[in-house]
């Protein structure tokens, strides 16, 4: 198999690198703003934001948020739970979800962070902390985000900080 065969590949398993590769495209070669649309490729419906996204294991930074749609369902809302471990504050979880959603549409509303323990191994989650951004999360909510999307694991909140 070639190496441009590979490559080809390994951009259509992950639809991430995929959206950057467009994205690099796009920018290399300064595409008229008649065809580009800033919203291209970004959710604008609320009910296909997803209601948890943290990482598969290990501890991350999360954060609580409220999203309302300002669009063709005006005034509709829910909580999202978003963590990352790649990201070294609260703020660059916010970043992130603020890149997936079309502004024009969606609306977010942080209602504070803290610290997600995601244990594949015994399929239990921990909540705990707070964000010294945002500050702390209601922790009884996240969970019931959590056990809707984890219903076979064991979630709790501990009394621990970082």
Not at 129 to 147: N, P, R
Request: with cysteine; hydrophobic share 30%; proline share 2%.
């Amino acid at each position: 198999m070639s190496s441009s065969t590979s490559r080809r590949l390994s951009l259509r398993r992950n639809s991430n690198e995929l959206l950057q590769h467009a994205k690099r495209l796009q920018e290399k070669y300064i595409l008229h703003p008649y065809w580009t649309n800033t919203s291209m490729g970004k959710i604008d419906n609320i009910s296909h934001v997803p209601d948890v996204n943290i990482a598969e294991a290990g501890c991350c930074k999360y954060l609580l948020i409220e999203v309302r749609d300002s669009g063709a369902t005006y005034g509709q809302s829910k909580f999202v739970v978003r963590g990352d471990a790649s990201c070294a504050h609260h703020a660059d979880v916010l970043q992130n979800i603020q890149n997936e959603i079309d502004e024009n549409s969606l609306t977010l509303d942080c209602k504070g962070g803290g610290r997600i323990q995601v244990d594949p191994g015994t399929r239990s989650i921990s909540v705990y902390g707070s964000s010294q951004e945002f500050g702390e999360a209601d922790h009884v909510k996240t969970v019931e985000i959590l056990k809707k999307t984890y219903p076979q694991w064991t979630i709790e909140i501990m009394d621990e900080e970082y």
